[in-house]
């Protein structure tokens, strides 16, 4: 079992920056893959990024790449999200997710689940 914890979220001009954390609980965090999602208002629950156990190998949504970098410090049980030059279309609760084994863009295949931070990019 993992309980996830996400912090860091508020509110932020656009071009801004801002860092997301996501505090896991138990003993296997570097046994999963680590992703964060986001849901804007009236919208569906979309992939942003993923970081593999070791991290090692990441990968991004086309619309926060190069913008977002995604990382974990296993020793910690945390992992990162760095958002750099924010857009108002950024504006979401942002969830971190964690699951086993492959890797997924898919929010259905994760097990765990935050309870997510609100972002606001104003203009």
């Known amino acids: 079992q993992v309980q996830l914890v996400e912090s860091g979220g508020g509110l932020v001009q656009a071009g801004g920056s801002l860092t997301l954390s996501c505090a896991a609980s138990?003993?296997?965090?570097?046994?999963?893959?680590m992703s964060w999602f986001r849901q804007a208002p009236g919208k569906e629950r979309e992939f942003v990024a993923a970081?593999?156990?070791?991290?090692?190998?990441?990968h991004y949504a086309d619309s926060v790449k190069g913008r977002f970098t995604i990382s974990r410090v296993n020793a910690k049980n945390t992992v990162y999200l760095l958002m750099n030059n924010l857009k108002p279309e950024d504006t979401a609760v942002y969830y971190c997710?964690?699951?086993?084994?492959?890797?997924?863009?898919?929010?259905?295949?994760?097990?765990?689940w935050g309870q997510g931070t609100q972002v606001t990019v104003s203009l």
């Open positions: 970081i593999t156990w070791n991290g090692l190998s990441t």
């Open positions: 997710a964690a699951k086993r084994s492959v890797g997924s863009t898919l929010s259905g295949e994760y097990v765990y």
């Open positions: 138990g003993r296997t965090f570097s046994e999963y893959i």
